[in-house]
């Protein structure tokens, strides 16, 4: 029997419903904790510390910049989406009466901020920049030689994969980038597609690197919960409805339950990293 999700109704299925946190709160409470590990690697791989300054474009609800201030960094969040911006700014900036710490942090509802009074040292897109103009502009916020990195955690490799082979007629399902004017379409596997954006931005010297960053969840409803909150399905979704998907991809999941009945879904992450 095929699980049946308890906010089926909100940003789950692609747009605001009544209850427009619940997604957002999927994503902090069940998906983001994943790509723990792809935040402390990266961070070791550049160096943050003391005299970071960071932009973090799609800073979603702050968990990588909650991780980067710890280590002594100053950050700059941005997003367009109000949901998760609030959690971060919960998780960063807390209200006196919320009790909690305060960290150097600004965030910003928007794609770029606007420049601010020094340049960034570090700017980091791990939602996955699909706009490289966006992530040109951005790159202008930053000193020379400053590094860049773009991943994609809102791909669940092979997952998007299998529900887009299983609904015939959505070939285009998973696609995370779209091609830029006049070019060749984006390249097909994560890593070439995030090396596509890099380049198509202006920037330099990228190489690529791989992160293990295992999906575990303590049951089916928790993992369909959070594999919906990154959005990787929104596509399938709007072209075959949330209950076929829903049903496809407990179907994917199936082979990677325990017998304890937990989830555990192998996800090795690329990220690129560049230079401005």
Aim: net charge neutral; with cysteine.
């Amino acid at each position: 029997m095929t699980p049946t999700l308890a906010h089926h109704e909100s940003r789950h299925v692609g747009g605001r419903g009544t209850a427009p946190t619940s997604r957002a709160r999927d994503w902090a409470e069940i998906q983001e904790r994943m790509f723990v590990p792809l935040y402390d690697t990266v961070y070791r791989d550049v160096g943050v510390g003391p005299g970071t300054r960071l932009l973090g474009l799609g800073c979603g609800s702050g968990l990588a910049l909650l991780r980067a201030a710890a280590l002594g960094a100053e950050v700059t969040g941005a997003d367009t989406d109000v949901d998760l911006l609030g959690m971060a700014r919960q998780r960063l900036l807390p209200a006196p009466e919320e009790g909690g710490r305060r960290w150097p942090a600004r965030l910003v509802t928007e794609a770029v901020p606007e420049a601010g009074v020094a340049p960034f040292t570090l700017i980091t897109a791990f939602g996955g920049a699909a706009d490289p103009a966006a992530l040109q502009r951005a790159s202008a916020l930053a000193a020379t030689g400053s590094r860049v990195i773009v991943a994609s955690p809102v791909d669940p490799g092979a997952f998007a994969g299998t529900i887009t082979s299983r609904l015939a007629g959505l070939a285009a399902v998973g696609a995370t980038s779209a091609p830029v004017h006049g070019e060749r379409p984006a390249p097909a596997t994560a890593g070439e597609r995030l090396l596509h954006i890099v380049l198509a931005a202006g920037l330099r010297n990228p190489r690529t690197a791989v992160v293990n960053c295992p999906f575990g969840y303590p049951g089916i409803e928790c993992a369909l919960r959070g594999l919906l909150a990154s959005g990787a399905f929104d596509t399938a979704i709007g072209a075959a409805g949330a209950d076929r998907v829903v049903k496809e991809l407990v179907e994917a999941i199936r082979p990677h339950v325990g017998a304890d009945g937990a989830v555990w879904l192998p996800n090795p992450l690329p990220y690129v990293v560049a230079e401005v």
